[in-house]
């Protein structure tokens, strides 16, 4: 993974003894909060409900073993003795003191870590495929583009004070796009042009919030060099044009529909013309020098194993058979695979880790997956490179920790905002109603006859749950004061991109699980085979035969 | 011992019942945690049941400005309205201030595994 040079460690020490000072002078009160807030913002601290919330970044969720047990400390001295998993692949904190933060920012940085570019409007964590490096079918390593974007945007002065938050995602393959790039402000997906040569499809203006909207290309192929400059022309012409009066209509995706995606891109590659051949080209030694960073690991060789992986998922010991079958891909090098460890548990938050788990879970990296992990955009984990013979000795130790479910991509598999128990900004809790429909979908059978669904909960409008985009999505809504839940049916946000459609009048919090189950159980009749999945089975017979199991003739 | 989800919350329909009642409140700036303020010593109380609790939108902003005065100690104040209990004490009437008084309804962290 990438290791930070003197220049990237002075920034992160620096940063955090500038924090130091202005907590320091919000605490002795030399200034107030009007005043502090922009500054903690631009360290990713939050004023919650209860407390504050530090996010810390972790770019393209991948961590050291290291890393993992130096959050795991950070939760067990400054915090509760836990961490959540955001669906910007970072972890944040929900309980740090104020002076308590200021000494996390100093042992984050210890270990390489910072809290910079998780709040604010400026160009937020780059996100990317949690397979990235070992999945078959990506055309190349997404990650050192990934590292490249995040080295061009780390306090880039020009897009400091951009009009919102800014949110970019890059893909490994045309194909299967884990990565949600057309729900991004920018997404870049890697592709070959018809000459066999690599390079990006640039995405803009995609997004959920209070007014979803799906990413366009703006450029079908853009060639490697040019990767800096183009993102860097696209954003100049969103600094330039985007609308600053109003924070509801200020992300790219309101500018893109209102000038339509013909003139955004005019627009983009006028700019462009411009400043193409500057300093920003991206020479090939630097992408190979980032590209070092993200070596292949020094894999044995092994007998292929995907024979045995599918002898696996039949396994007489079901709770392994399932977990194989569930939760483990196989890996682009013989004898390994892919572990999706699943924090989606009926008797925690999902995504929740407490110190221990994470300490446990940075030992069976060491032990297992090359001293690495990393964070999922649907608030998971993955150990990315284990080997298929200890795949049975991991998931042992993973259920010892309360981390074996096999749930992944499965009903109980879903992402869920902090909704009212924690956040400011929500109308209704989601993580209870959460934690209700992985109880009540409990059973591994019932789950496994379901398949492949997924599902996505927000506390309100801003859908930091992504509630558009789930298969069946539930939005948390404030009536007349009572928590209210609305059913949408759908979304994804594959390749197959697509927004979730509301069924009908929303539901009460004790009628909402009930109504989900009412929609899968009418989907396990209205499919034609075991092999069509929800969603398939939804766009073939439409929004009627749920709407009528779920409110008959009314 | 198995967690168990909350049972629903009480159906408190905030707009519906009107009530004349206010308190002010405010994130403490140490650690974030809500407090509410008391007027008679001018200082703050983890307690809502604690908090001064005054009628009329009008005098809750006066206390708002003195309550402003502490910005040191405190961010944000801004008036909320609240029920009555039984002795007077407050409580809260939205959904919202009533987890933000007494804490999330979800478990907070899994105890760890008995070896």
Same mark, same amino acid.
Request: aromatic share 8%; proline share 5%.
């Given at each position: ?5 003197? !220049?990237?460690?002075r ?5 955090s003894?500038? $924090?130091?000072?202005?907590v320091?002078r ?15 913002? @631009?360290?990713?601290?939050y ?21 993992m ?5 950070i ?8 961490g ?8 944040? $904190?929900?309980?740090?003191?104020? +002076? ?6 100093? %042992?984050?940085?210890?270990?390489q870590?910072?809290?910079? @570019? ?15 490096g ?15 974007? =995040? ?27 884990r ?17 066999? %040569?690599?390079?990006?499809e ?5 997004g ?29 012409? !969103? ?9 509801f ?20 590659? +006028? ?16 992408? %190979? ?9 020094? !894999? ?14 039949l396994?007489k010991d ?14 682009? #090098?013989p ?22 788990q ?8 060491? =032990? ?13 984990? #993955?150990?990315a ?9 991991l ?21 869920? *905002?902090?909704?009212?128990?924690? *956040? ?6 989601s ?5 209700r429909?992985?109880? =009540? ?17 927000s506390? *309100?409008?801003n859908a ?15 009536? @007349?004061?009572?928590?209210? !839940? ?22 009460? @919090? ?11 159980q009418?989907?396990?009749?209205e499919?034609?085979?075991?092999? %069509?999945?929800?969603?398939? *089975? ?17 | 011992?198995?967690?168990h ?7 408190l329909?905030a707009?519906a ?22 007027a ?26 003195? /309550?402003? /005065?502490?910005?040191?100690?405190v961010?944000d ?11 007077? /004490?407050?409580?809260?009437?939205? /959904? ?19 070896s």
């Amino acid at each position: 993974m990438y290791q930070y040079d003197q !220049y990237d460690q002075r920034i992160v020490e620096e940063r955090s003894r500038q $924090f130091r000072g202005q907590v320091q002078r919000r605490l002795s009160g030399e200034i107030l909060e009007d005043e502090f807030k922009p500054l903690r913002l @631009q360290n990713g601290l939050y004023m919650q409900l209860h407390a504050y919330m530090l996010r810390v970044a972790v770019p393209y969720g991948l961590l050291s073993s290291t890393q993992m047990r130096k959050l795991a400390h950070i939760a067990r001295t400054y915090d509760k003795g836990y961490g959540h998993l955001t669906t910007r692949q970072n972890m944040q $904190f929900n309980w740090p003191t104020l +002076e308590g933060v200021a000494n996390i920012l100093d %042992e984050l940085a210890s270990v390489q870590m910072h809290a910079v @570019q998780t709040s604010g409007n400026c160009i937020r964590n780059t996100t990317s495929d949690q397979f990235a490096g070992v999945t078959r079918d990506e055309l190349e390593d997404p990650r050192p583009y990934a590292e490249i974007i =995040r080295q061009w945007s780390t306090f880039h002065p020009e897009f400091a004070f951009l009009p919102r938050k800014f949110k970019i995602a890059v893909n490994a393959t045309p194909d299967d796009d884990r990565a949600a790039v057309y729900f991004h402000d920018i997404g870049v997906k890697l592709v070959e042009n018809g000459a066999g %040569e690599r390079g990006f499809e640039v995405l803009a203006g995609g997004g959920l919030g209070r007014t979803p909207h799906i990413g366009q290309t703006v450029r079908k192929f853009l060639p490697k060099e040019h990767l800096l400059s183009y993102l860097e022309s696209i954003l100049r012409v !969103y600094n330039q044009f985007g609308r600053r009066d109003n924070k509801f209509k200020a992300r790219i995706k309101i500018l893109v529909n209102a000038l339509g995606i013909e003139e955004f891109s005019r627009r983009v590659e +006028e700019e462009w013309e411009q400043i193409k051949d500057g300093d920003m080209l991206l020479p090939e030694e630097e992408i %190979e020098r980032v590209k070092k960073h993200f070596a292949p690991h020094a !894999y044995e060789t092994l007998p292929d194993s995907d024979s045995e992986l599918a002898a696996l998922a039949l396994d007489k010991d079901r709770a392994f058979g399932n977990w194989v079958k569930n939760n483990v891909r196989p890996h682009k #090098v013989p004898g390994y695979a892919s572990v999706t460890i699943s924090v989606k548990d009926k008797e925690i938050p999902p995504g929740d880790l407490s110190d221990y788990q994470m300490d446990q879970v940075a030992d069976l990296a060491d =032990r297992y997956s090359f001293g690495e992990m990393r964070i999922t955009h649907t608030q998971n984990l #993955v150990l990315a490179d284990v080997k298929v013979s200890q795949l049975r000795e991991l998931h042992e130790k993973l259920v010892a920790v309360n981390l074996g479910n096999a749930n992944a991509n499965h009903i109980a598999d879903m992402i869920t *905002c902090p909704g009212l128990d924690f *956040c400011n900004l929500a109308n209704a809790r989601s993580i209870p109603i959460g934690m209700r429909i992985i109880d =009540r979908f409990d059973d591994i059978d019932y789950m496994n006859d379901i398949g492949d669904v997924n599902l996505k909960i927000s506390g *309100c409008i801003n859908a930091c749950g992504h509630h558009h985009v789930g298969n069946i999505g539930i939005l948390g809504i404030d009536k @007349q004061g009572v928590e209210h !839940y609305q059913l949408m049916l759908g979304g994804s946000a594959g390749n197959d991109a697509s927004l979730g459609q509301i069924v009908g009048p929303a539901f009460t @919090q004790d009628e909402i699980v009930g109504a989900v189950d009412t929609v899968l159980q009418r989907y396990l009749k209205e499919r034609e085979s075991a092999d %069509e999945t929800f969603i398939h *089975c939804y766009r073939r017979v439409g929004m009627a035969p749920f709407k009528e199991a779920l409110y008959g003739d009314n | 011992m198995p967690w168990h989800y909350p049972s629903a919350y009480p159906t408190l329909p905030a707009m519906a019942k009107k009530t004349p009642y206010l308190v002010v409140t405010a994130s403490r700036t140490d650690d974030g945690a809500p407090v509410y303020f008391r007027a008679q010593s001018k200082d703050w109380s983890e307690q809502i049941a604690e908090a001064s609790v005054v009628q009329g939108e009008s005098v809750a902003d006066e206390l708002v400005a003195v /309550a402003r /005065a502490q910005e040191r100690a405190v961010c944000d104040p801004y008036p909320m309205y609240v029920d009555r209990a039984e002795g007077g /004490a407050a409580v809260p009437v939205s /959904a919202r201030e009533r987890i933000r008084s007494e804490g999330p309804t979800t478990p907070l962290r899994r105890p760890d595994p008995q070896s």
